[in-house]
C-alpha cells in the first residue's frame, strides 16, 4: 500500500474533525469493553457494538471529518 506511508499533515479544522472521530470510536470501544465477560460470543460483541454505533448516531462521524 504505497499511499499509506505518506504522512499526511493536518490543518486544524481537520484536527479538530479528527478529535471528534476519536472520542466516538472511544465512546463504542468503551461499551464493548463494558460488555466483556467470559463467555461471551464474538456475534454478541458485534450485536453490542453494532447498536453503540447506532445510539451515537455513527453518521456524527463521517460529518466530523468533513
Known amino acids: 500500500m504505497p499511499g499509506r506511508r505518506k504522512i ?12 471528534k472521530v476519536c472520542r466516538l470510536a472511544r465512546e463504542v470501544l468503551d461499551v464493548a469493553a ?3 465477560r467470559p463467555g461471551i460470543t464474538t456475534d454478541e460483541i458485534d450485536r453490542i457494538v453494532h447498536n453503540a454505533c ?3 448516531d455513527v453518521s456524527k462521524i463521517y460529518k466530523a471529518r468533513e
Open 34 to 36: 463494558a460488555a466483556l
Open 54 to 56: 447506532l445510539e451515537i
Open 8 to 19: 499526511e499533515i493536518l490543518d486544524e479544522k481537520a484536527q479538530d474533525g479528527m478529535r
